[in-house]
C-alpha cells in the first residue's frame, strides 16, 4: 500500500491540528508548521479571515514542497458588532492568551440580551506559494455567562452551538468535529483534495 500523502496545516496551534488530524484520520499524514525549523513567521495582516488564511498558506507553500493547509479562524459577536472576528486571538491583549480573550468576552457581554455568536474558518490550500482553492464554514451558536467545560480550546467553554446546551468544551471534540465551523471548512477541502490530490 502508497503511504498516506502529506498535508502540512499551515498554523502553529495545536489544537486546530489536533481536530484536523481526528477529522482527517488515515486518508493524509498531517503535519504543521512546527515540524519544520525552516518555516517563517507569518505575519497576519490582513483584516478578513481569507486574506489571512491565503498569507499562512501562501507563504508556507513557499519554502515546504506539497499540499499546504491554512486555517484561519474566529468568533463573531452580533452585540459587539462581529468583534473579535479576525482578532480573536489577540481580543484580551495578548497574543494567544485564551483565558484574557475570554474574560474580555464576559466583560462586554455582562448584562447584554443578544447572546447571538458564530465561529468562522477558512481554510485556503496551496502549493509552491499559489493559492488553488478556498473553502469556509460556520457554526451559529451563543455566548453564555460563565465558561463552562475543560475540553477544546479558546472561546469553546463559552459557546454554546444551535442544537445543543453545552458548550464546545463541555461536548469535546467527537461532537465538536461533527458540527464546527472547521469541519465544516476542512470536509470541503478533503472532497478537493479527493478529486486532485
Ligand atoms: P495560527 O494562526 O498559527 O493558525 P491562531 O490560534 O493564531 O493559530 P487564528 O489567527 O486563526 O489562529 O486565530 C484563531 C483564534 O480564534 C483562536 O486563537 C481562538 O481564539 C479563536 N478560535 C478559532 N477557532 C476556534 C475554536 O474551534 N474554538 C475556540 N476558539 C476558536
Redesign the pocket.
Known sequence: MDPAPRLI?????A??TA?IRAMIGDRFEVLD?TSFLECPE?E?TGTT?LE??RL?AEGISRVLDGWVL??????EVDALGGA?G?W??S?GGE??N?AL?NARLLREMEGKAERRAR?R?TMVLAQSGKEVAHFSGTVEGAIIADARGAM?????PL?VPEGHTAT?AELGDEV?NTL???ARALTQAVEFLAGNA
Not at 9 to 13: D, G, L, M, Q, V
Open positions: 496545516i499551515a498554523t502553529r496551534n489544537h486546530k481536530e508548521v507569518i497576519e479571515f489571512n488564511a499562512k491554512s486555517d484561519d479562524s474566529g468568533l473579535p479576525v480573536s486571538s481580543f497574543e494567544g485564551h480573550n465561529f474558518c477544546g480550546f479558546g472561546y469553546d459557546f464546545f465538536k464546527s465551523h472547521r
